[in-house]
């Protein structure tokens, strides 16, 4: 089964290649890994898709605890989660296809970023099957040239936040 797991981590040097570390050396894999700050300047946020069991994730998260700059662990896939990905792409289009191409891609919720016939970008905010439905539908009115995805990002529909701190206006 497919888990997104949200990490918050120190900002020390080595703390991402602990992380990565722990899953190569157990033969886990990460299908998609994201980190960026957070408020807290000390902490990161890091969101990484893996696949696994249940017994494996439990595991997974039991490991992750025990490394010095994992601050907490939530394994987002066990509650309510919204989770989005972006995606830009950037397609050759046929004259005669560039508005057929410019309609699917606002009618997906999308954006035109550059409509060069060459080297026409657009991108998207979606569900990861939305975006896999977006690219399959555009390949059939335009040449694929490159394909960027950020991978998950997840939020957990909570009211309690993932935070190191409560914010000095609670």
Known sequence: MRHII????QNEAGALSRVAGL????GYNIESLSVAPTDDPTVSRLTLVTTGSDLV????VNQLHKLIDVVHVLDMTRGEHLERELILLKLRVAPGQTDTVRGHVVRSGGRVLDPAVEGFIVELTASESEINAFVADLAHSAELLEVV???ALGISRSARPLRTRVPASA
């Open 23 to 26: 899953f190569s050396t157990r």
């Open 6 to 9: 949200a990490i918050l981590l």
């Open 57 to 60: 994730i439990q595991q997974i």
């Open 149 to 151: 995805r950020s991978g």
